[in-house]
């Protein structure tokens, strides 16, 4: 309680710093705020065995793509928790920044869901390309839903209830020929072709940008056509060889760094 | 095979840049060149079932802070593999990057020193601090020395022998006392009192550079004020809580692309 109270306080005087903590925001699907939480849902237990809430406790609540408050424990029973939630303002629109991924092998894409999520991606594109494995794309991660589940993970440790667009059926070019406007910023990861590292690339804040990463094995020379041909630059990290996740991370840091986000 | 030759021959094409892949390069410390390969080393398993090396085939190897070469199976029997090396030339100097972390969970940790190795960390300080559990520093991790093993693996994702200087039984305060020159840009995470975005702030791109990065539950005033005493500008990622694995690649993925090394 101590840590959380300090958290608080610390975060009403400076409302855009929020320290590092273990998931202390509990986020809510807009159809579950009118119905008991049973008490084996992840949250609840969450709240009842490591945040220690009974009734009358509150603790930090978001709304999935909504804003922000607090909720607090209104009855609890062996069965479920019946909470009541006041919230705060709206979310202020987040900047657009897009992240198109090769199709990775599972655990790769579960730590890119969540890690990507925390980092402030809006919307994660996992495409189909010459070099992937099709095979990932029969994974239960996808075909079960289960994605979704390290997105809401990623948000809550973001503190932050807004949660990205999630596609994983479409090829690359499917998603090259849908990007939305011609003047956003175009950055393709590419350590064979890359002529600029990502670092020295001017990136203009005001504008949306979308980075796309291949697989492990990165992109075939027609991928690369199409990445050119729709505008993206090719961009490197650097001489030595990063993991698929680590090089998300790292390429969207940059990236925020950029644009004054971080 | 293929995919190894491709990036052989396009690594000679352009030998700064290197290609995402799985752990291909074989690492050995020097005593160990001179003596048979036990058929249960990790090693040897990787050589014979994943990359389906036989006698007479080559693979990429490196010395633990030496060169890199080429290795060749001479003879395999049930119980060991015979190599022989061939060393190219002796490394470059890598540029100062030294990392202090408060002592994180061990799961973190692992993480840590096998990223933080990866993206090029000279040292790691794993040091204690007022808020980090002390019952982390009991884990085998430490004691047992299995730290050495996340070492090697992100040395050899990295695709570069070098591995940093690794400490874990210092205080925060001793190894501030133990920082070498003075006109190493020194940096600390500290998302309540950091002025500064780390990416807006300026680093000169010759100097030695130190980041230092709290557990969990960050510094105390404490040790703000030590940091401070030392030279240690704080600046912050962002309004975004990151877990703390993630703030460290971030935070080294942003440095290195203002050294312009990524």
């Keep these: 309680m101590a840590a959380l109270k300090l958290r608080r ?10 320290p590092f903590s273990r998931v202390n925001l509990v986020l809510f699907e807009p159809a579950e705020l009118d119905r008991p939480l049973p008490r084996g849902d992840r949250r609840a237990v969450h709240l009842v065995e490591v945040l220690r809430r009974g009734v009358g406790d509150t603790f930090d609540a978001g709304l999935v793509n909504g804003p922000r408050g607090q909720g607090t424990v209104t009855a609890l029973t062996a ?4 909470l009541s939630f006041a919230w705060g303002p709206p979310p202020t629109p987040r900047p657009a920044l897009g992240l198109i991924v090769g199709l990775p092998r599972p655990q790769t894409a579960r730590d890119i869901l969540r890690d990507a999520t925390t980092l402030g991606a809006t919307a994660l594109h996992f495409v189909r ?3 992937a494995d099709p095979g990932y794309a029969q ?6 839903g289960a994605w979704r589940r390290h997105v809401l993970a990623g948000a809550e440790q973001a503190f932050d209830p807004a ?13 090259l020929d849908a990007l939305p406007a011609p003047t ?10 890359g002529a600029t590292a990502l670092g020295d690339f001017h990136v203009i804040r005001e504008n949306p940008v979308v980075f796309a990463i291949g697989a492990e094995r990165g992109w075939s020379a027609a991928e690369r056509g199409a990445l050119r041909a729709h505008g993206f630059a090719l961009v490197h990290l650097g001489a030595r060889v990063l993991r698929t996740e680590s090089a998300v991370t790292a390429a969207l840091a940059i990236v925020c760094a950029k644009l004054g986000l971080m």
């Excluded at 306080?9 to 929020?18: E, G, M, S, V, W």
């Excluded at 949660?163 to 998603?175: K, Q, R, Y």
């Excluded at 956003?184 to 072709?193: C, F, P």
Aim: hydrophobic share 45%; proline share 4%.
């Design 9 to 18: 306080d610390t975060a009403r005087a400076n409302p855009n710093l929020a």
């Design 79 to 82: 069965a479920a928790l019946t």
């Design 129 to 131: 390309t010459e070099k």
């Design 139 to 144: 994974s239960t991660l996808w075909s079960a």
């Design 163 to 175: 949660i990205p667009d999630v596609t994983f059926t479409h090829s690359l070019a499917e998603i």
């Design 184 to 193: 956003v910023t175009r950055l393709a990861l590419d350590n064979y072709e």
